[in-house]
């Protein structure tokens, strides 16, 4: 299993990443390790384009709070995340969830 991210685009305060692969046990410590690399006094908002990411089966809940576990002022925008992700995050107010890159890209500028 393999997951990737690329950066698409960064401004003060402010980054987007693309994510792509499938996120399991052995691929979420290193995705974890990749965002919290920007993890900085720079960024406060996380765009994070999901559309291409997928999820094993079986991957503990506390695993993918694990991925947003930055400091509460940050702020995440998850551009179509799959379903283990949205019903993680649902009542946490640090989240907006965007099923199109178009209504994330609104909020971007």
Not at 47 to 70: I, N, P, Q, V, W
């Amino acid at each position: 299993m393999i997951v990737r991210t690329r950066v698409l685009a960064e401004a003060p305060g402010r980054v987007w990443i693309a994510v792509s692969g499938t996120l399991g046990p052995a691929t979420e410590p290193r995705l974890r390790q990749d965002l919290h690399a920007r993890d900085d006094a720079e960024h406060s908002e996380f765009f994070l384009d999901l559309t291409e990411l997928r999820c094993k089966d079986g991957l503990a809940d506390d695993a993918l709070r694990g991925l947003f576990a930055f400091d509460c002022e940050v702020r995440f925008h998850l551009i179509g995340a799959p379903g283990p992700i949205r019903r993680c995050v649902a009542d946490d107010p640090r989240f907006m969830l965007h099923s199109t890159v178009e209504s994330a890209w609104g909020a971007w500028g």
